[in-house]
């Protein structure tokens, strides 16, 4: 316990700390930079802070082992990813700020957990370890493939979940699209999450790709997603798998579920029931389970899912919350003692 707190304040002291000076050293991007400094072009702001980078070696100052635990404790992904995008969003500056600022670049790319996306990726290691050609384009790449490919992404917004074992996501026509709300105007974008996609083809640049991750803990912003897709889930995911799509649901936004006929052998209705039941209890409305499986919905390659459990996002008051727990509790109980 001792350990992991300390390992939690040293990510905090990193990322948000402007006066330890065994971590800082100063910029001088003037004489005395004390008052806040306007900042009309951020790619300019960004190409101030690169060589500072390269020659403070600021890496040797997190040792590499820190590093490794900072990052197995789980709390750096969404800190960095707030604090990239904090960083774009700039609109002034002083020495604190910058300093900060490099200190975040420099735990992104010289985080373990990452170090094979940048393997990949020789150009984005040169704008981040060399300090050459660091710009809001290599950034936004970076925010998108790391973390968030919802961000600055302004259209209809698909996550599916899982799509490691397809190493691709699954897109749905453009009919289906539209009985989850799409109005065919906007852009839609398709992006599959699973921590099992190889770092080599992680990608969120174009309106599809693949991103490596936990869908249980993502960065994607809440309220952010349309539509939520799940082919093959497995039943003892169903609790963990439902709120993950409730965080980052629109309300009005839909979840489908496709379970495979493999995984619901001999326990369809119980497994058919976890999943309604778990959507319930997160508020979800127009709960339905189309059986069999509809024609016009894509087909997974490997086998025809049994059915397809539609639901949709509902922002609900927190009394009708605690009744849906209550009910949800007695179903189980009496399911149990029957």
């Known amino acids: 316990m001792i350990k992991k707190a300390y390992y939690i304040a040293l990510i905090f002291t990193l990322i948000f700390s402007s006066s330890s000076y065994a971590l800082r050293a100063p910029l001088k991007f003037s004489e005395n930079l004390s008052l806040n400094v306007a900042i009309a072009d951020i790619n300019t702001y960004l190409e101030m802070l690169g060589p500072r980078i390269s020659e403070d070696r600021l890496a040797g100052r997190l040792r590499y082992e820190d590093a490794k635990k900072i990052a197995a404790l789980g709390v750096v992904d969404k800190l960095l990813s707030d604090r990239l995008k904090k960083i774009l969003s700039r609109k002034f500056y002083n020495d604190n700020i910058a300093e900060d600022d490099i200190l975040t670049i420099a735990l992104l790319y010289y985080n373990y957990k990452f170090s094979e996306y940048f393997n990949h990726r020789q150009e984005l290691t040169k704008n981040l370890r060399g300090g050459v050609g660091l710009s809001r384009d290599t950034l936004t790449r970076i925010i998108r493939e790391l973390f968030d490919p919802t961000y600055e992404r302004h259209g209809f917004i698909v996550i599916d979940f899982f799509a490691g074992r397809e190493k691709e996501p699954t897109i749905l026509d453009k009919d289906v699209l539209a009985e989850a709300g799409y109005n065919g105007e906007n852009e839609v974008f ?149």
């Open 190 to 338: 398709v992006y599959g999450v699973d921590n099992a996609i190889p770092w080599n083809i992680v990608s969120a640049e174009g309106k599809t790709g693949v991103i490596r991750g936990d869908v249980f803990d993502l960065a994607i912003p809440r309220r952010s997603a349309d539509l939520v897709t799940m082919f093959n889930p497995q039943p003892y995911e169903a609790d963990f798998m439902v709120k993950a799509a409730k965080k980052i649901l629109r309300d009005g936004g839909w979840v489908y579920i496709a379970p495979h006929k493999q995984t619901v052998k001999g326990t369809r209705g119980v497994f058919v029931s976890d999943f309604k039941y778990s959507l319930e209890d997160c508020g979800f409305k127009n709960i339905k389970a189309v059986k069999p499986y509809p024609t016009n919905f894509t087909m997974p390659e490997n086998s025809k899912p049994y059915c397809l459990i539609k639901a949709q996002m509902n922002v609900i008051s927190e009394e009708k919350t605690i009744r849906n727990k209550l009910s949800l509790f007695w179903r189980k109980t009496f399911s149990t003692a029957n």
